[in-house]
């Protein structure tokens, strides 16, 4: 299992320019999460899933927008990038359900630089 | 360990001691938690978590203990090792849908 793949890892954007972050799972975990860390601090929830076909917004969701296609995919979309948007963004899945060890599997991140 | 502002929090050891790592959360309702362990660019990696029904849990050099009193976690690191060296968040689950919300977290530097 790849666990929680990130990209890209790396991203330059102009201000106003668009991008997704792409993120996908092979562990068919139901929860997938996006979080954005800035320096030297934790990581904020932006919009997180709790299955396909279903999204809703964490603490910090303006400027992002997200989808949830299939059970593996949770792309972060970035429509008009911001300064204030410079930051690491990382993914991450866990397994469903109350009762059971269901701690969040993380990407390696995407750091993303707006000028 | 407590959340500074921007800066993180640091905690110096020398290796082979033991480590205590704390962290406040806020919300009386959360009944689960987790520790994680970040290195220097790379994601969060879990370490240890622990129910609200439980006020200790212990893992492989690691322990966790919990006071819901106090709203208090900390994250013990026995004989810590230059390895040990990352920042530890805790991270609360405040409802049924894995939400999980981090702490600011505390940078821990092992002196060789």
């Known amino acids: 299992n790849a666990g929680v793949t990130q990209t890209p890892k790396f991203r330059i954007l102009k201000i106003g320019q668009s991008m997704t972050l792409q993120c996908t799972q092979d562990?068919?975990?139901?929860?997938m999460y996006w979080y954005r860390q800035d320096p030297g601090m934790g990581l904020k929830l932006i919009y997180y899933?709790?299955?396909?076909?279903?999204?809703d917004k964490g603490e910090v969701p303006n400027g992002y927008n997200v989808s949830r296609s299939t059970t593996e995919d949770f792309p972060l979309r970035l429509e008009l990038a911001a300064p204030s948007q410079t930051s690491v963004y990382f993914c991450?899945?866990?397994?469903?359900?109350?009762?059971?060890?269901?701690?969040?599997?993380f990407g390696q991140g995407t750091r993303l630089t707006v000028v | 360990g407590e959340s500074v502002g921007l800066h993180l929090p640091t905690l110096s050891v020398q290796e082979g001691d033991n480590s205590i790592i704390n962290c406040a959360y806020s919300?009386?309702?959360?009944?689960?938690f987790i520790w994680y362990k970040q290195e220097s660019g790379k994601g969060p990696q879990f370490i240890i978590d622990?129910?609200?029904?439980?006020d200790k849990r212990q893992g492989q050099r690691v322990t966790v203990l919990l006071n819901k009193t106090v709203k208090h976690l900390s994250l013990q690191i026995a004989a810590t090792q230059p390895g040990d060296s990352a920042v530890y968040f805790c991270?609360?689950?405040?409802?049924?849908?894995?939400?999980?919300?981090f702490g600011s977290g505390t940078k821990l530097n092992v002196k060789p």
């Open positions: 919300n009386s309702a959360s009944d689960y």
């Open positions: 991270a609360e689950n405040i409802d049924n849908f894995n939400k999980f919300y």
């Open positions: 899933s709790v299955g396909a076909g279903i999204t």
């Open positions: 991450a899945s866990s397994h469903s359900g109350t009762g059971k060890n269901t701690e969040a599997f």
């Open positions: 562990m068919n975990h139901n929860y």
């Open positions: 622990i129910r609200s029904n439980m």
